[in-house]
Nanobody
Framework: QVQLVESGGGLVQAGGSLRLSCAASGPTFSMYAMGWFRQAPGKEREFVAAISWSGDNTYYADSVKGRFTISRDNAKNTVYLQMNSLKPEDTAVYYC???????????????????WGQGTQVTVSS
């Protein structure tokens, strides 16, 4: 069982930056690939980024590539999402997630993720 708690959301002007954190419980965090997803008002939840269990590999949605960076610190049981050059269309609730199996590959499919945080709101004003 993995419990996830996101933090770091807030209100920022377009062009600004935010860094989201996701703290995980349990001694097996380093065995899990991790993902970030987001859900804007009136829209379905969508994939943002994923990172391998080792941190060596990352994968991004085209809409955030070059602006967002996912990273992790296994010693701190934490995964991060650095968001730069934010746009109003980045406004959403951001969720971190972990898959149901350890040592899995990177995946953008929500169905592969069994553990979810409660989400943190990011609002980008124009």
């Amino acid at each position: 069982q993995v419990q996830l708690v996101e933090s770091g959301g807030g209100l920022v002007q377009a062009g600004g930056s935010l860094r989201l954190s996701c703290a995980a419980s349990g001694p097996t965090f380093s065995m899990y690939a991790m993902g970030w997803f987001r859900q804007a008002p009136g829209k379905e939840r969508e994939f943002v980024a994923a990172i391998s269990w080792s941190g060596d590999n990352t994968y991004y949605a085209d809409s955030v590539k070059g602006r967002f960076t996912i990273s992790r610190d296994n010693a701190k049981n934490t995964v991060y999402l650095q968001m730069n050059s934010l746009k109003p269309e980045d406004t959403a609730v951001y969720y971190c997630a972990a898959p149901g199996t350890v040592y899995s590959g990177l995946d953008s499919s929500q169905g592969k993720y069994d553990y979810w945080g409660q989400g943190t709101q990011v609002t980008v004003s124009s």
